[in-house]
């Protein structure tokens, strides 16, 4: 594999609600601590299916989305959600079963074509000129931007008002780089910040744009002009258990003359308070919510969506940890969701989606493991049976899960669904997000306090960058997920 370059908005009127601070406990190995016990892999199981739908209206008022204001402060205004929904399930349909017929696609890298635009991810895309990695820093809540060439910490900004109980967690990054939207757990906020200072918002109108400088220079909650907007989500049921974790954003419209994407979404997950799972989709831009599909009683140990990823029809799909897997129907009118039971012996932790739309699960204790959409079949890979982490995919197809116990990096061939390797690092804590930058680096974040760059070529070579802090996350740091099922620009 050749690794040469290709490829983060205001809320009117809006402020924060009133926070329910919590004082979290984190387990050894994640939200509900790390099983002692293993599986064994096994494959080919079919899955039982359902289907669950939620209609909705979207709703522009959304007053718990909070923009930057001239005072770069969130609780200036209040207000409270007026929009209508409605809400319901219905069983399985019987034209559909949960099995995909998405062609199959050529895995090799992506061809770097001149189409005038060099900033998208897409997969016809030019040369970009910058790529960053999104490290959240649990334990004070704040959210890092590492640059993934130069390997330096270039801003650290503020997530919520209120540091460590924010539980800054799952980040994922836009379709054209420009913006990353942060989940925190302890208080029920998504906060997106800008990667650029084009997008940025010169709130107290001084012609400067306020904002950090480095890895060390984090401002005071509100003050930081890149942070552009941030919401409390409404019908949070307001456990840290249930705040939202699982998040990806949509591809949008790609637009030729501005090289970015318009109409870009963000769909992320959290539990109400009588345990059902909203599915929420926010308009990138300004955070407002426009849609909600209800899974009654999300399967999920009593803990939110955990993980999310889009496939190459622009559907996104959510796990719950060690439960379901589910499907959000964005093609259908009104968007309603699948939901698929998994083997037991698959303990879903971390998820991604592969560029052929098959979801992948790494589990713990259990082995890594793909839903086929073609078969509906339940796929393990053998020999890889442990408490796996998060999970990513390279332009190769080549699967890198981070594993716990022994700390180690397992790469897998998504094509084959065959183990090729286990790699062992110079320094290895507690290994756990896993993400492929847009030059084909794997990064794995370690909650020790550091990350890795990794040539898939030449592990043994990795790079490591200092992370003071401790870093939870599973999800698309980087936006190489999101790249790898983006359909060919022109």
């Known amino acids: 594999m050749s690794l040469s370059p290709r490829l983060p908005v205001t809320l009117p009127g809006a402020s924060a609600l009133p926070l329910l601070l919590l004082g979290v406990t984190l ?57 209508d929904s409605t809400s319901g399930s219905a069983g399985m349909t019987s034209d559909d079963s949960g099995v995909d017929t998405i062609p199959k696609l050529d895995l090799a890298p992506t061809p770097d074509l001149e189409l005038g635009c060099g900033d998208g991810i897409g997969g016809g895309g030019n040369d970009i000129d910058e790529s960053f990695i999104w490290v959240p ?20 900004y503020a997530t919520g008002p209120s540091g460590g109980t924010e539980s800054s967690s799952r980040t994922a990054v836009s379709g054209d780089g420009r913006f990353v939207v942060v989940n925190n757990r302890g208080t029920g906020r998504s906060t997106a910040v800008a990667a650029n200072l084009a997008d940025c918002i010169d709130a107290n109108n001084d012609g400067v744009i306020t904002t950090s400088q480095n890895g060390n220079d984090t401002l005071a909650w509100g003050t930081d ?66 849609n909600i599909v209800i899974v009654p009683g999300w399967n ?40 698929i039971a998994q083997p037991a012996n698959i303990q879903t932790y971390g998820m991604t989606v592969d560029p052929n739309g098959n979801p992948w699960m790494a589990g713990c204790s259990g082995p890594v493991s793909t839903y086929d959409i073609q078969s509906g079949q339940w796929i393990s890979v053998a020999g890889t049976s442990a408490c796996h982490r998060g999970m990513a995919i390279d332009h190769d197809g080549h699967g890198w899960v981070a594993s716990n116990g022994p700390c180690e990096l397992v790469e897998v061939d998504s094509a084959t669904r065959t183990l090729v390797a286990k790699h062992q ?26 990350a890795w760059k990794i040539d898939p070529l030449n592990v043994p070579a990795a ?28």
């Not at 809540?141 to 801003?155: F, L, M, P, S, Y």
């Not at 969506?305 to 897997?325: K, M, Q, V």
Request: glycine share 16%; hydrophobic share 30%; charged share 15%.
């Open 27 to 83: 387990a050894g190995c994640g939200d509900s601590g790390r099983e002692d016990s293993t599986a064994s892999a096994s494959g080919g199981s079919n899955s039982g299916i359902t289907l669950t739908i939620t209609a909705t209206d979207g709703d522009d008022d959304d007053d718990n989305s909070n923009s930057n204001s001239n005072s770069g402060s969130d609780s200036n205004n209040s207000g409270t959600d007026s929009g």
């Open 137 to 156: 820093t649990t334990s004070d809540g704040t959210v890092t931007k590492i640059d993934t060439r130069t390997v330096v910490a270039v801003g650290r």
């Open 225 to 290: 002009e890149c942070m552009v907007w941030t919401v409390v989500h409404n019908t949070w049921g307001g456990s840290y258990t249930g705040g939202p974790r699982g998040i990806t954003w949509t591809l949008g419209d790609w637009n030729e003359a501005t090289c970015s994407y318009d109409n870009a979404k963000v769909w992320l997950g959290f539990l109400a308070n009588n345990g059902d799972g909203h599915l929420v989709m926010l308009d990138g831009a300004t955070g407002v919510q426009e």
């Open 300 to 339: 999920g140990q009593g803990y939110a969506p955990y993980g999310g990823a889009l496939d190459p029809l622009g559907r996104p799909w959510f796990t719950g940890l060690r439960g379901e897997l589910v499907r959000v129907n964005t093609n259908n009118n009104p968007v309603d969701a699948t939901r």
């Open 425 to 450: 690092l110079a320094q290895c804590s507690t290994a756990i997000g896993v993400s492929v930058d847009v030059d084909g680096y794997v990064w794995l974040v370690d909650q020790g306090g550091w």
């Open 463 to 490: 790079q490591m960058i200092s992370l003071p802090g401790d870093h939870y996350v599973y999800s698309d740091m980087t936006g190489g997920q999101l790249k790898s099922v983006a359909p060919p620009l022109g």
